[in-house]
């Protein structure tokens, strides 16, 4: 929701609400992400390493207890090899892994959305502590060929046929935020709650909390998500529920774009279709974010974050 230019006087329904204040999302030694700040306002504290884990959670995909699991970003690149952005996933990527015939490699490629996948290395957990990865916004603004990618013989063959064409295709694949099923951890349970969220990282979220999960084909994490549809689930889980998270993720999206006319957009219709039909409900309100995200630079920034309340 927030950057620098936000201001909420330009969003009538949220600069309406009675009670606002300040809150700390990004727990100590995290940095501005959805998982640690989504689970902190939830009152769980994050665990390190286990974004991917989750993603596949929230996707419904099984992994073993021995595979490494990368979130993977595709990155376009400009006509100097800058990486300027992210991009849509090539179509025939399942045809790269593929090749050369009778050759097929062990990883699995599993997307996610436009330009989001998981690469998941079986037998390669062990790795986990032996490197540090680049997320996609540490590679904005340099050249594709300062990627440096963990010394993982799986990885190093699964990029490479990838990436083997990076400048024709003009997009580069990133891995970053490696993870591994968490053994001997458990989340406590966030008893009497729902989730109604599209973003595959939230519903990994509600599934670890043991919320009840309402997710429907028009409830998707970015701006063509069907609003009117969630508030209506919304509002009718609260009726049932103690606590219900509606998770919007088109603001993040469209910031990391780098489109503020769009993320702006956006806000006002969630002020519109949004907020004034949860002021006209009969339950406690609060509105915040998760954190924040600049959409000049597509960069998440942290610090306090305002929560507007009734």
């Not at 991917?52 to 090899?81: C, H, K």
């Not at 603004?141 to 083997?164: A, M, Q, V």
């Not at 219900?244 to 503020?260: P, S």
């Amino acid at each position: 929701m927030t950057d620098p230019y936000f201001d909420v006087q330009n969003y009538p329904a949220l600069a309406s609400f009675p009670n606002r204040g300040f809150i700390k999302t990004v727990p100590d030694g995290f940095t501005p992400e959805t998982l640690p700040c989504v689970l902190s306002l939830l009152g769980a504290d994050p665990p390190k390493h286990i974004r991917g884990w989750v993603e596949a959670l929230g996707m419904g995909v099984d992994v073993g207890a021995n595979d490494l699991i990368f979130r993977g970003s595709w990155a376009a690149l400009d006509e100097n090899g800058i990486c300027a952005g992210f991009r849509d996933a090539p179509e025939d990527v399942q045809n790269l892994l593929a090749s050369p015939p009778g050759n097929t490699l062990a990883s699995r490629y599993v997307p996610i959305d436009r330009y989001k996948c998981l690469l998941i290395l079986p037998g390669c957990a062990a790795y986990l502590h032996t490197f540090q990865t680049e997320t996609p916004f540490d590679m904005f603004g340099k050249h594709f060929s300062r990627l440096t990618y963990p010394d993982i013989p799986l990885l190093k063959e699964t990029l490479s046929r990838l990436n083997i064409s990076a400048r024709q295709s003009k997009r580069v694949l990133i891995p970053w935020a490696a993870s591994v099923a968490p053994s001997g951890f458990r989340f406590a349970p966030l008893k009497r709650s729902a989730a109604v969220c599209g973003a595959n990282v939230v519903k990994g979220i509600a599934r670890a909390l043991g919320m009840a999960l309402a997710t429907t084909g028009k409830c998707t994490g970015d701006v063509n998500t069907d609003l009117r549809a969630k508030i209506k689930s919304v509002l009718a889980l609260a009726e049932e529920f103690d606590f219900v998270l509606l998770h919007i993720g088109g603001c993040d999206e469209v910031a990391h774009r780098r489109d503020k006319p769009g993320k702006e957009s956006f806000m006002k219709e969630i002020d519109r279709a949004v907020l004034p039909e949860l002021l006209r409900s009969c339950h406690k309100v609060r509105v915040t974010a998760d954190h924040g995200c600049d959409p000049f630079t597509g960069k998440h920034t942290g610090g306090l974050q305002p929560v507007y309340f009734t």
